[in-house]
């Protein structure tokens, strides 16, 4: 927790891999909370990349090296948007330049990963938010309320993700700066650590359960997230099956008393179709998720409810039309400057990475 002089100035953040998640939605939401950060320092592999941005925003210094980044005095905390297999090692050198990290989901790709930066947390005593922005949602929150206060046992929990291509989303909404000039050496260095941590986890980098494996970190650690969120870790992974070359995945979550079954798969139709459901005898609690490339889409919440003995009513929340992702800069500043709790950390997220192992393991059998 900063003191109360240090905890009024804006936060110098450093942005470490600057590609379409960073441009379309982190920027935006650090300018909307403008009395709380700062943009001081980027770095990407590409060049040509990391100068144009740097020209779009003033005060934002270009560095050739995440070392000179992380130098750099006006840099309290850092986004870490590298490419995956990354984040592990770019995150733990900030965390021991003493700079806070948000590292962009997933957190990193295998469990000695995650105990490597959970080692380095508590080594350098640096906060370190896991970026799960749907978590932060209002109507998560409100949803996660409502289970805890119903007192009802749970009959079942249905999570499901079915999307489109992101560029349907992007195009038409957004300019993102792209380069063609990473240096091989970038390229091969992130190449390498993918290739590892997938063959580690999956058993293989080619076919079906490489891109089981990528689906899985990718798109379904936000859903996995969402379910531990709302109604805990599971037991144990029942069942998990694949089709069309690993694009659609179903999985049955055993949580004792009742299951929870994930649905999730990739088309080419324009729309985001993201959701957790929760039955009980007397009420269906329902939550629902837009895409994040539009901004400040909110997530909602519908109630389905049991009146009387042979009525229904239905009631819609809305709670705010905010974008998760300037709620979840929100909670890191709080964590930072008021040593508020932080729900979304390595601890937390290294469930999700468990999970992840338990089903490539009951895929595999």
């Known amino acids: 927790m900063l003191e ?12 470490i891999g600057c590609g379409m998640v960073t441009q379309h939605l982190h920027i935006p939401a650090l300018g909307q909370l403008g009395d709380r950060f700062a943009v001081r320092a980027l770095y990407d592999a590409s060049p040509s990349v990391r100068g144009q941005l740097a020209a779009r925003m003033p005060g934002a210094m270009a560095h050739d090296s995440i070392g000179a980044l992380l130098d750099n005095p006006e840099v309290d905390a850092v986004l870490v948007a ?19 990290v948000l590292i962009e989901k997933p ?26 922005m749907r978590r932060h949602a209002q109507a998560f929150h409100e949803a996660k309320r409502l289970i805890a206060a119903g007192g009802a046992e749970i009959n079942m929990a249905r999570l499901r993700a079915i999307i489109g291509p992101n560029s349907a989303f992007l195009k038409p909404t957004a300019a993102i700066i792209e380069g ?13 650590a993918n290739a590892l941590a997938t063959r580690a986890v999956a058993g293989t980098t080619e076919g079906p359960r490489a891109f089981v494996h990528m689906l899985l970190l990718g798109l379904s650690t936000h859903d996995i997230s969402v379910m531990r969120g709302l109604i805990g870790m599971p037991a144990r992974v029942l069942s998990a099956r694949h089709r069309r070359d690993g694009r659609f995945l179903t999985v049955d979550f055993d949580y004792g008393d009742f299951i ?40 909602t919440l519908r109630v389905t409810e049991a009146e009387g003995e042979s009525g229904v009513k239905e009631t819609f929340h809305q709670p705010m039309r905010q974008d998760a992702f300037v709620a979840e800069w929100a909670s890191f500043h709080a964590a930072i400057t008021e040593g508020a709790a932080i729900d979304t950390d390595i601890a937390d997220a290294r469930q999700d990475l468990l999970l992840i192992e338990n089903i490539m393991a009951v895929l595999a059998s």
Do not use: N, W
């Not at 009024?8 to 450093?14: H, T």
């Not at 984040?87 to 965390?95: L, N, R, V």
């Open 4 to 15: 109360k002089d240090e905890a009024m100035k804006p936060l110098g953040i450093g942005l």
């Open 82 to 100: 590298s490419p995956s297999a990354l984040h592990a090692p770019h995150a733990i050198a900030a965390m021991r330049a003493a700079r806070h």
């Open 107 to 132: 957190m990193c790709m295998t469990l000695p990963e995650a105990d490597a930066l959970a080692a380095a947390a508590q080594e350098t005593g640096m906060i370190a938010q896991i970026g799960y």
């Open 180 to 192: 063609d000039d990473i240096p091989p050496e970038s390229l091969a260095e992130a190449a390498e």
């Open 260 to 299: 929870c079954h994930f649905e999730t798969g990739i088309d080419r139709i324009a729309r985001f179709d993201a959701s957790m459901e929760v039955l009980s005898d007397e009420r269906v609690i329902r939550l629902d998720y837009d895409t994040p490339f539009v901004r400040h889409l909110p997530a």
